[in-house]
């Protein structure tokens, strides 16, 4: 399995930014999909994930009703939209994958290289 994540960048505070994950070599179709990040010197988090099919979402408290998660499993894509960003926002965003139907956060594997989130005036 191969995650390759895009869309980070630098944003500065109260903005928004929307990040791609992309599977390459299988079909996203099957597997849940979620998101993470780490801070420097901070432990990886999750932030949120989706089901294979799009029909359940779980958020982080430190996010919720800023981030949104979505796919587009005919492109073969999982999104995340970032807005209202805040400095402690900043992190590697990740995505990873698990087959799992009754996931936790510790189930997620097959991490892509990570794409860096900035939020800085």
């Known amino acids: 399995l191969q995650l390759v994540e895009s869309g980070g960048g630098l944003v500065q505070p109260g903005g928004s930014l929307r990040l791609s994950c992309a599977a390459s070599g299988f079909i996203l179709d099957y597997f849940a999909i979620g998101w993470f990040r780490q801070a420097p010197g901070k432990e990886r988090e999750g932030v949120s994930c989706i089901s294979s099919r799009g029909l359940r979402t779980k958020y982080a408290d430190s996010v919720k009703g800023r981030f949104t998660i979505s796919r587009d499993n005919a492109k073969n894509m999982v999104y995340l939209q970032m807005n209202s960003l805040k400095p402690e926002d900043t992190a590697v965003y990740f995505c990873?994958?698990?087959?799992?139907?009754?996931?936790?956060?510790?189930?997620?594997?097959?991490w892509g290289q990570g794409t860096q989130v900035t939020v800085s005036s």
């Open positions: 990873a994958a698990t087959l799992r139907i009754d996931y936790d956060w510790s189930d997620f594997g097959s």
